[in-house]
């Protein structure tokens, strides 16, 4: 039986900790630095040979951490890793999935078939989905996108007084109406015109109805932080309850976090990306969607440590 391995990638020692704690694997080591012209220097300090390697490696800021990701998924195969999947709780590139504007790249197809072509399977949480009905339009290797909603319903019914859920745009529609009939919670769904990627307009109905419950803005992605900012202010000028903002893959920076805390009862999201306003813990739903992936390569043991469903 080849026994699992995982690696984290720089960033993501905390969250493989947590899975290897889950799942009661072993924690290799990968040494990486920068050599003084900025490339890429990497050695695996634990032999991942006749391993079934997993890679962790969340890919906010991906340009910067493709390349050694890729060199790292190439070197394990070349010291013999039986196999090597790659946990990516955010995976970069999924927006660009059309051609908005004459002769626009779409990277979320080149993305996909580079990592396609150095891993044998992916797991993910809430890729964004819109135009493509699945991953596995894009992606060549078994991939499986993980659903946060129940998470975010849980940490909603336990935080948040009678509670009605906004999505800011039609892709949201997906994890509002999710979330919100776990919790059996009101819902809407708003329109958005993005004009350019700081200046976003979003259309909100007329909301006194729901005066008295607390608004939750969910989105899958805040990244400049503009939808939810839009959205925010819009409650106030309509005089409703400062809302509670909830972001699955937090991309925004320190300076954005302050200007929405500024706007809203509480800033939260799900720990896909490292970041200060992370309180919900994906490590359950990603540990088992691993286990299942790897299916019949993993020990009795592991297995059950790994809680399937
Ligand atoms: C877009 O389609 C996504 O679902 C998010 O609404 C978007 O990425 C948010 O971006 P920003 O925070 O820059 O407004």
Redesign the pocket.
Known sequence: MTRPIIFPLPGNEPMAERLGAALGWEIGVLETRNFPDGETYLRFATNPSDRAVVLVCTLDRPDDKSLRLLFAADAARDFGAASVGLVAPYLAYM?QDRRFQPGEAITSRTFARLLSSHVDWLVTVDP?LHRYASLDEVYDVPARAVRSAPLLSDWIRANVHRPFLLG??V??EQWVSEVAGAIGAPWRVLRKTRYGDRN?EVAVPELAIFAGHTPVIV??????????AVTADQMREQGLERPVLVAVHAL?SEATYRGLKDRAAAVVSANSVVHPSNVIDLTAILANAVAKIMGDGLSTNSNKEANLE
Not at 219 to 228: A, E, L, N, P
């Open positions: 927006r964004h800011p745009d892709e949201s976003v989105d899958d992605i805040v990244s400049s932080g503009r939808t939810m925004f």
